[in-house]
């Protein structure tokens, strides 16, 4: 894809125009939470010993240890990157790989972009449904990680990715929560009842339970299976299954 011509600030691009919605709620959200890292802690992720940090080291290296495993030269787009960590560990791999991070949350793309410097990467502002026309058969990779459940309609964003892919393009949802149907009801009151109570209601109309059966195109990479022993050593690890999608 080309820059040259994109509106840049802070070192972040971008292809839309701001909207503040989703993010003024979420903001609000990680402050509160207390989840809002400085700019040391980003640098260290996910080797953070804190919050669900320590669940995530080992599904990173599961990612990283695949993208290494291919050939160089790929182009990976990390959907919902945040401040950017995964996309820099990504970009880490190899720097032949071209890496956009994407995000519709200003602050914490321009931490990304402050930090994070690598040549084979680039932070970018986009709603990918106002910019779908730019990203057209551009990816081989495509993540989502710990981004799939800020999306409504998943049949219809997976529908649009996939037009972003390349042939044998890949789409890879990472450390994200899936329910069974009977189970959905009872997550969404939950999800509600949780951001009631933190004060920022409206963040329950942008968080979804996504069904499990959404999921039967995919193959799955990794699942959780709980292990004594690891439990006894003390050893964590995301309690969330890796789900990949090959386009043929």
């Given at each position: 894809m080309d820059f040259s011509r994109v509106i840049q600030q802070q070192n972040v691009y971008y292809l839309t125009p701001e909207d503040t919605g989703f993010s003024k709620y979420y903001l609000a959200v990680r402050k509160k939470e207390e989840r809002i890292l400085k700019d040391v802690e980003v640098r260290k992720l996910p080797n953070l010993d804190r919050d669900e940090w320590p669940y995530r080291i080992k599904s990173t290296a599961r990612f990283t240890n695949y993208i290494a495993a291919k050939n160089d030269g790929l182009q990976i787009l990390t959907l919902g990157c945040g401040n950017g960590w995964f996309a820099n560990k990504i970009?880490?791999?190899?720097?032949?790989?071209?890496?956009?991070?994407?995000?519709?949350?200003?602050?914490?793309?321009?931490?990304?972009?402050?930090?994070?410097?690598?040549?084979?990467?680039?932070?970018?502002?986009?709603?990918?449904?106002?910019?779908?026309?730019?990203?057209?058969?551009?990816?081989?990779?495509?993540?989502?990680?710990?981004?799939?459940?800020?999306?409504?309609?998943?049949?219809?964003?997976?529908?649009?990715?996939?037009?972003?892919?390349?042939?044998?393009?890949?789409?890879?949802?990472?450390?994200?929560?899936?329910?069974?149907?009977?189970?959905?009801?009872?997550?969404?009151?939950r999800t509600k009842e949780y951001y009631t109570t933190l004060g920022v209601p409206e963040m329950a109309n942008h968080y979804y339970a996504h069904d499990e059966n959404l999921l039967q195109n995919f193959d799955t990479l990794y699942t959780y299976k709980r292990n004594i022993i690891y439990k006894i050593l003390g050893k964590k690890d995301s309690p969330f299954s890796w789900y990949r999608f090959k386009k043929q």
């Amino acid at each position: 894809m080309d820059f040259s011509r994109v509106i840049q600030q802070q070192n972040v691009y971008y292809l839309t125009p701001e909207d503040t919605g989703f993010s003024k709620y979420y903001l609000a959200v990680r402050k509160k939470e207390e989840r809002i890292l400085k700019d040391v802690e980003v640098r260290k992720l996910p080797n953070l010993d804190r919050d669900e940090w320590p669940y995530r080291i080992k599904s990173t290296a599961r990612f990283t240890n695949y993208i290494a495993a291919k050939n160089d030269g790929l182009q990976i787009l990390t959907l919902g990157c945040g401040n950017g960590w995964f996309a820099n560990k990504i970009a880490e791999v190899s720097t032949k790989n071209e890496v956009i991070g994407l995000d519709v949350n200003r602050e914490e793309l321009e931490q990304a972009a402050r930090i994070f410097r690598a040549k084979n990467i680039r932070f970018v502002y986009a709603d990918i449904f106002k910019a779908s026309e730019l990203f057209e058969a551009q990816f081989d990779i495509i993540t989502l990680n710990g981004a799939i459940q800020y999306f409504e309609d998943f049949d219809g964003l997976m529908q649009l990715l996939k037009s972003f892919l390349k042939p044998k393009g890949e789409i890879h949802i990472i450390d994200s929560p899936f329910y069974k149907s009977t189970e959905i009801a009872a997550a969404q009151e939950r999800t509600k009842e949780y951001y009631t109570t933190l004060g920022v209601p409206e963040m329950a109309n942008h968080y979804y339970a996504h069904d499990e059966n959404l999921l039967q195109n995919f193959d799955t990479l990794y699942t959780y299976k709980r292990n004594i022993i690891y439990k006894i050593l003390g050893k964590k690890d995301s309690p969330f299954s890796w789900y990949r999608f090959k386009k043929q």
